[in-house]
């Protein structure tokens, strides 16, 4: 078992400015429960150093680990301005590293995902299936059935 948390974010995430909080075994699907390195943060719009109003845990589909599914939990700060004056209100912290905002997949089990399908589009036409022009999807249409639709 991996107890330094130095080597569980190497071993789990291996992103720099990023903390393994830890590693919840209990549920079916594993977490990964993780959270970017706090650094004094500014509000976009006025520039004045923000606070952290609340945090919020985002589930994210990660990539399988060792055969088994994998969850992250990335326990996201929401900031807000301080200034008056600033309409900018609250804020959630981003990074595209991890995963685009509102997306269910990490960016690597995305980019895995698409990897994928790029695969299976060049495998197909060398087992007798085609690539529907139309509607940009792969169609299954054995070589016996060329006249399906």
């Known amino acids: 078992m991996i107890t330094d948390p130095t080597l569980m974010n190497l071993f ?3 992103l720099e400015g990023v903390r393994v ?3 919840d075994d209990e549920p079916a699907i594993p977490e990964v429960h993780i959270e970017l390195v706090r650094h004094l943060v500014g509000c976009s719009s006025c520039g004045v150093v923000a ?3 609340d945090r919020s845990a985002v589930r994210l589909i990660d990539l399988s680990m060792a055969g088994r599914k994998v969850s992250l939990v990335w326990n996201k700060r929401r900031f807000i301005c301080l200034e008056p004056a600033c309409d900018k209100g609250t804020w959630s912290e981003v990074d595209h590293r991890i995963a685009a905002p509102r997306l269910a997949l990490t960016d690597r089990a995305g980019r895995w ?3 994928q399908v790029g695969e299976i589009r060049s495998f197909l036409p060398q087992k ?3 690539h529907s022009p139309i509607t940009s999807t792969t169609v299954v249409r054995p070589p016996l059935c060329r006249s399906w639709l």
């Open 128 to 130: 007798g299936f085609e």
């Open 51 to 53: 606070r952290v109003q």
């Open 113 to 115: 995902a698409t990897y």
């Open 21 to 23: 909080l830890g590693v």
């Open 12 to 14: 789990f995430v291996n």
